[in-house]
């Protein structure tokens, strides 16, 4: 067997659709016997957005959501409205809808989901891993643990998951949107902590209430309608009455991360990787992008086409952006307690956020907009992400999402101004990487500063060429990331 993945969360799931759509058919070990009832995450960012777009996948996921044009720094509202770049709009959506959709799509491409096999044991060695689970014993050349914050995986890979843990717990529930709530729509810092009502889907709302201070509970006693009324009147200081939910969960706010992402051939990716407060949709997002980041470097490398370092690129790529992620939820936790001590400062933040640069800096920030593998400041577009920018072709105006579908490399020629087709020269040097690049021909646009583009199977620019530049720097790029052309 190519690949094993423990876990059939977001990140799994998406991780198996990345390797189905190239090809590689992974088997998913899942330790529940049936998909989860609950939907712990709910927000999905602009960038995650904007990869289910990439796949086909952000129709459907929409669909079960609602679109959510805001954004917020420590409950401070910001306003995505106002910044120059085009970019999607973050969706609330019920963790268990995006999982239901990331299931199909990774069945419909090959891939086995075998629910009641929770993974207990990691044995690896310089050719291969073996991996016990629900009584058997398999072989695979790479696992992927996308097991959550508790990975086994991580543990048995000797990764140490090195953080800490905040005295700020809290309930969440998901209850029908009627009753005593919708006065209360909104988040609302109190001095004990924070209560929050939000929409989660169609009809549906998330209460949260989250305290400082109290004790850690046992995640193991599941979380009652009485625990969580309690709660919320210590926090507004009097009784509200939630309804009947749908489900109950217990969280805590603990921030870890990975020391390293991969150990031999074992990876950790999502919660398995990196865990923190969960605001914005950062925390589902950073996994689901972990896993788009992995798929294609594990696919090229079973393919036995993958340039060297390329399997080491997604430690050295992603690592960065999870200790981001601690970085900035942690700063959000700082903003919100103690109240009384942090309310000037959050007025004062508030201030600033009129300012469009600083508005601009904290929605890419909490958004992962300004993630970038790479800093060039002679290619300031390498390493960055590309929106649904329209594209005039021959074949009409499509967006870039569209023409990404197929998980493969994209060469974006810009520089042709007729439906004549591209640069002959280009296209002889994209040749010997053909069945791993496309090639769209579209007229030059203002949003993209570029003449060429070469973008990789997740979406991030690995090279950009200007008229002038001959197709050396191309073929440099193609040989870095997608391997030697083919003979
Ligand atoms: C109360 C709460 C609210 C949240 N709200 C948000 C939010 O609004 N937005 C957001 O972005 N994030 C939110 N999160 C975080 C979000 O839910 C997680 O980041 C996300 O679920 C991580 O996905 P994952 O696939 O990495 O891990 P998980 O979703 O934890 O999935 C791991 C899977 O692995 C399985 N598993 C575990 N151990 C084994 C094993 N040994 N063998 C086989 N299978 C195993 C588990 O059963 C599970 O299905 C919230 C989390 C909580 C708890």
Redesign the pocket.
Known sequence: MDVVI????????MLACELGLAGIRPLV????AVA?PDS??????ATTVELLDRRGLADRVRAGGLEWPQAHFAHLMLDPARLRERHASTVLVP?AHLESCLEARARELGAEIRRG????GVRQDGSGVTVY?GGDELSCRYLVG????????RRLAGISFPGVDAPFHGI?AEVDADGELMPYLGAHQYPGGVFTVGPSGPGLLRV?TGEFGVQGWDDEIPATVDEIEASIARLVGHDVRIGTPHWL???HNVTRHAERYRAGRVFV????AH?HF?L??????T?VEDAVNLGWKLAADLAGRAPAGLLDSYHRERHPVGARACLTTRAQVALMHPLLEVSPLREVISELIGYDDVNEHLVRMAGGLDVTYAADDDRPLVGRRFGAVPLSTPDGVVSLAEVSRAGRGLLLDLSAHTAAGTDPGVLAAVSGWSGRIDVVVASPTTEIPADRLLLRPDGRVAWTGGRGDGVQGLKEALQTWFGDPAA
């Open positions: 423990a876990g059939a969360g977001p990140v799994g799931l070990l899942e330790r529940r989860r712990p995450g709910m927000a999905i960012n963790q096999h929770e993974v207990t689970a996308c097991d959550g914050a508790n990975s086994v995986v969440v949260s969960a217990r969280w990716a999502g919660d398995a865990v969960p914005g949709g950062q925390a589902l997002s996994g």
